[in-house]
C-alpha cells in the first residue's frame, strides 16, 4: 500500500506535474514538495510526490553504499 | 532514466551476504520489518533463503489493508448497502468485513468502484453530483499527507471521508511492549519514513533500546540495512540510522506532517489482529467533521469480527507464525479464495508467501 514509484517530472501545470515512470506517463500532484522542477526525480504515491530524488543523488548512493558496506566489512 | 539497474549488482549482492556472514559468525539474528513492500523485497527476491541460517527475517504489521478492522469494513458495506457509492483503492476491495467484504455488496449490487487516489475521488464525485460518495481511506502515514492536503483544500459537498488511517510508530512501540516477541531490531519502511523522517523513531531506541535502520526496497538496500542492523547489535548500541538516504531526511517531509497535523487529531484505534493501539489513528478535526462519514450518516463503531475461526491472521500480523505455519495456508485460504485478511491485500504477508515462495512438496 506505501508502494511508491520514482518517476521523472516531463511538465509542470500549477499542483500537476506529468511525470514518465519509464515509458508509463500520469499526473501526480506536487503540493506536498517545497519546489519541483522539469527534469527532477520524485516518488509518487498514490498520485501524489511524496518525495524528490535527483539523479547525481540517486548515482551517489550507490557509491555511498559500497563505501558502507566495506565500512561494515572491515568492523 | 536512473541507474536503478545498479540497484540489481549480483557482485554487490554477493559482497553483501560475505560482509553479513562475517559480521554475524557464531551468533543469531532476528530482525522484524513492518513493511508490505518490505515483504515483497524479501520474499520475491529470496532473501531469507540467501541470507546465513543465523539471520531470521520477520515480517511484522506492515500492510494496512490486513489490519483495518472488520468494523471499518462492516461501515463502508453498510454505506454500499445505504445506496451510497463507496470508492477505494483495489486492495481493499476483497478484505473480510464481519459478514461482508465491498466486492460482495458489489456482487449484490451496491455501488462500489476503485480508484487509484482521492484525487480520483474528488474527479468522480463532481462528475455525478446529484450521488452521495463515500471514500474508504486506508492507509498508513505515507497515505495520510494524500487525503490531509485535498481535506485542507475542501472536498465537494457530496463526498465524505470514512477514515481508517493508521500511524506506523506506535504499533512500532506496541509490539515491543509485548514482551513475548523476540527479535534484536527493526527494518523501518522507506516511504513512511519520507514523510514523517528518520527522527520519529528515535523513541524507538531511547524507551527501548532497540536499534532501528530505515531501509529502501531494493534488495541491496535491505542486505546493507541488515548489516547496518547486525553492527549496531555487536556494539551494544541502539540508535536510528538512514540506509535510503536517497530518499529520505532526519525531519522528512514537513509540508506533509503540517497538513496531516492540522486536517487530523490523533485517536486510539482497533487494528485487526492486534486489538486498540493508544495513539495509533488519524481522525478528522472537528473543524472539518463535515466530511466525516462517520458524522455525516452517524455511523456507530460495531463489534466486527476481526479474526474468523481458524484464521491464524492476528498471529502472522506480528510475526508470531509465518505463512506456512498456518493449517489453511494455500489449502482452504488462496489469494482466489481468501480466508483471512494477510491473504487479500498484495502486501498482506499470506499473499505475499502465496506468489512468491516455493511449494512444498
Redesign the interface.
Do not use: Q, W
Given at each position: 500500500m506505501c508502494l511508491a514509484i520514482p518517476g521523472v517530472v516531463k511538465e509542470i501545470r500549477g499542483n500537476i506535474a506529468v511525470v514518465d515512470y519509464g515509458g508509463v506517463v500520469k499526473e501526480a500532484d506536487i503540493s506536498l514538495l517545497k519546489s519541483v522542477e522539469v527534469g527532477d526525480y520524485v516518488i509518487v504515491h498514490v498520485g501524489y510526490a511524496i518525495t524528490k530524488l535527483t539523479e547525481s543523488e540517486a548515482k551517489e548512493s550507490i557509491a555511498t553504499w559500497k563505501e558502507a558496506l566495506e565500512r561494515l566489512a572491515g568492523f | 532514466?536512473?541507474?536503478?539497474k545498479?540497484?540489481r549488482s549480483r557482485e554487490?549482492a554477493k559482497?553483501?551476504l560475505?560482509?553479513i556472514e562475517?559480521?554475524s559468525a557464531g551468533e543469531s539474528f532476528t530482525f522484524m520489518h513492518v513493511?508490505?513492500?518490505h515483504e515483497q523485497t524479501i520474499t520475491k527476491h529470496g532473501l531469507r533463503s540467501l541470507l546465513p541460517e543465523n539471520i531470521k527475517l520477520i515480517a511484522g504489521p506492515?500492510?494496512?489493508?490486513c489490519v483495518t478492522p472488520a468494523s471499518d469494513v462492516d461501515a463502508a458495506v453498510a454505506l454500499a448497502e445505504d445506496g451510497k457509492v463507496v470508492l477505494t483503492?483495489g486492495?481493499a476491495l476483497r478484505v473480510p468485513g464481519s459478514e461482508l467484504s465491498l466486492a460482495q455488496v458489489k456482487a449484490k449490487g451496491g455501488e462500489v468502484r476503485v480508484v487509484?487516489?482521492?484525487?480520483?475521488a474528488i474527479k468522480l464525485a463532481k462528475a455525478e453530483p446529484e450521488k452521495e460518495f463515500v471514500f474508504f481511506s486506508?492507509?498508513?502515514d505515507?497515505?495520510a499527507?494524500?487525503i490531509a492536503?485535498e481535506v485542507a483544500r475542501g472536498l465537494p459537498a457530496n463526498l465524505s471521508i470514512l477514515n481508517a488511517l493508521r500511524l506506523t510508530v506506535p504499533v512500532m512501540e506496541l509490539l515491543l511492549g509485548m514482551g513475548d516477541l523476540h527479535f534484536e531490531g527493526y527494518l523501518a519502511?522507506g516511504?513512511?519514513s519520507?514523510?514523517i523522517g528518520a527522527r520519529a523513531y528515535e523513541v524507538i531506541p531511547k524507551a527501548y533500546g532497540m536499534p532501528v535502520v530505515i531501509s529502501g526496497f531494493e534488495p541491496?538496500d535491505v542486505l546493507?540495512s541488515i548489516?547496518?542492523l547486525i553492527?549496531q547489535v555487536?556494539e551494544g548500541e541502539a540508535r536510528v540510522e538512514n540506509?535510503y538516504?536517497?530518499?529520505?531526511s532526519c525531519e522528512g517531509?514537513v509540508?506533509?506532517q503540517e497538513?496531516v497535523s492540522r486536517v487530523f487529531d490523533v485517536a486510539t484505534v482497533q487494528w485487526r489482529g492486534i486489538g486498540r493501539v493508544p495513539f495509533s489513528g488519524l481522525k478528522l478535526r472537528e473543524e472539518y467533521a463535515e466530511w466525516d462519514a462517520r458524522e455525516r450518516y452517524d455511523l456507530k463503531e460495531s463489534r466486527g469480527v476481526d479474526i474468523r475461526p481458524g484464521c491464524s491472521c492476528h498471529l502472522v500480523i506480528i510475526g508470531k507464525l509465518s505463512p506456512q505455519e498456518c493449517g489453511m495456508f494455500r489449502s482452504a485460504c488462496t489469494p482466489a479464495k481468501p480466508y483471512g485478511p494477510c491473504m487479500v491485500?498484495q502486501?498482506g504477508t499470506c499473499n505475499v508467501a502465496y506468489r512468491y515462495s516455493q511449494q512444498e512438496v
Open positions: - | 532514466m536512473l541507474a536503478f545498479d540497484f554487490l559482497r553483501a560475505e560482509v562475517k559480521l513493511c508490505g513492500t506492515g500492510c494496512p489493508v483503492y486492495d487509484y487516489s482521492i484525487r480520483e486506508i492507509g498508513l505515507t497515505t499527507p494524500s492536503a519502511p516511504h513512511v519520507a514523510i541491496l546493507l548489516a547496518m553492527k555487536k540506509e538516504t536517497r530518499a529520505v517531509n509540508i506533509a497538513l491485500s502486501e
